[in-house]
């Protein structure tokens, strides 16, 4: 008797179906009026977006002048503007977002533990911090101590802050402030090459330096405790240039870029999920190329929402929109009770589809396996599964109701096997 329980144990769990997560193409957010240079995006605890470019723009001031700045745009959750900041008063002093130097300003934002904002600037190089919810100064630190105008910031949980310098090498370093701005002393000296943004762990002890030039290696420097002093323990991700970076809250993934100057086996416009532990990469998306004719087209912002299911970056170029959106839907994954006899793609059922349809594969192996959707220019429009998975056989759930009618391409890679089928979705 028991053993039959055990039996039909087994084949209930081969039937049962997991919760897994696609990512969705949104598109330009919140929509085509705003354009790009975006260096830096945040959400804060009230589920605004904050966002701000590395160029300057004329902006008119309350009191009418037209000032040169770089300033910090907030949107709502929903897409509707709320607010454009360009002089922060702390009431002992005024600072003006990105004023000063020619044409840059925004070097990048971060949040603290509280939820309020950390925008960096360089020429000159600045630190300001900024009341999440009355948009009022908390204080200003002038940043001469990373050797370099700054990266973006990024904060443990105690609120330390840590900042890079954008050219690395030399005398140079990886900075340490307390809540209140004031410096604290170096974490690293002389990070090598050149980077835009780094991150720090949520305990303060371990550090990731991203540079996109040199060997493109994120370089880990670790500590056990805050008594202690940094060093270099660890490696990873070589060959990606990586210029944006974010903590999602939610899963507590890295998440990095890379474009198409990385010399490693990734994708342009891409960005991916690492669990630091094992460092192996567990998931990604990608922004469909937005423009035909690509320039500066750079990835330079990302952030999450609170649950983690929302995505928004950003790229360099001053000719796109100044954010994208992505968000993360749940999809059927069914392990079905049918040993696989190879690799194989079955052709989507029904097709043609509206808007769901089902596609079923067999691995013989345990292995990593993808399983995207592009368009017939051949841009990534879904990833189904990027994971590794158990030999078997799988079906997955694809919805398409954000996608216009027409032929798709969804192709299944694992190991040196791909295969690809065509579908049409019919609306």
Known sequence: MLKKISTMFVFLLLLAGTSKAQWTYEGAWPDTNYKGGTHGIEVTPDGKIWTASYYKQNWVSPSGDTLSVSPILIFSADGSHVDT????????????????????????????????????????????????????????????????????????????????????????????????????????????????????????????????????????????????????????????????????????????????????????????????????????????????????????????????NTAYVGLFGTKYNRLYKFTKGSVGVEELAELPTGYSLSQNYPNPFNPTTNIKFSIPENGFVSLKVFNTLGQEVATLINEVKSSGTYQVDFNASNLASGMYVYTLTSGSVNISKKMILMK
């Open 85 to 308: 900041i360009a002089i922060i008063n702390s009431g002992t002093s005024i600072d003006t977002l990105g004023k000063g130097g020619s044409t840059s300003g925004t070097r990048g934002i971060g949040k603290d533990p509280d939820g309020n904002i950390l925008f960096t600037s360089g020429g000159p190089s600045k630190m300001i911090k900024i009341n999440y919810q009355t948009y009022e100064g908390m204080g200003m630190h002038a940043v001469t101590e990373t050797g370099s105008s700054p990266t973006a910031p990024s904060v443990a949980n105690d609120g330390t802050i840590f900042l890079g310098p954008v050219v690395g090498g030399g005398t140079s370093a990886i900075t340490m402030y307390d809540p209140e701005l004031n410096y604290l002393g170096n974490a690293v000296l002389g990070p090598p090459n050149i980077a835009r943004t780094m991150e720090v762990a949520p305990d303060g002890n371990a550090i990731y330096w991203t540079p996109f030039t040199g060997d493109q290696t994120v370089r880990i420097y670790t500590r056990p405790d805050e008594f202690s002093d940094f060093a270099m323990t660890d490696s990873m991700l070589t060959g990606m240039s990586i210029e944006s970076s974010a903590w999602n809250p939610a899963t507590g993934l890295l998440w990095v870029s890379n474009d198409s100057r990385g010399t490693g086996p990734y994708t342009h416009l891409t960005w991916y999920g690492v669990d630091v532990t094992t460092k192996a990469i567990v998931d990604s998306f990608t922004l469909p190329s937005p423009h035909p004719t690509p320039s500066d087209e750079l990835p330079r912002g990302l952030a999450f929402s609170a649950d983690g």
